[in-house]
């Protein structure tokens, strides 16, 4: 995945945090990066964008609903 991201977090702070991400789409070319994983997150006034995810611990892969 691609995402714009480091207004808010460092690589470090997203060591073992789960987040909530749509997988099995097509690739898609982002700049020079190839994406097939589209994290979500939501973007403040000021054009940051903090990730979404689950408020306890859940299984990796698990589907939204």
Request: no cysteine.
């Given at each position: 995945s691609s995402a714009q991201i480091t207004d808010l977090y460092k690589p470090e702070d997203l060591i073992g945090k789960?987040?909530?991400?749509?997988?099995?789409?097509?690739?898609?070319?982002i700049g020079p990066f190839m994406s097939e994983v589209?994290?979500?997150?939501?973007?403040?006034?000021?054009?940051?964008?903090?990730l979404l995810g689950p408020d306890k611990k859940i299984p990796n892969g698990g589907r939204m609903h």
């Open positions: 789960s987040v909530l991400a749509v997988v099995n789409l097509q690739p898609r070319q589209l994290t979500l997150g939501v973007t403040d006034n000021k054009g940051a964008v903090t």
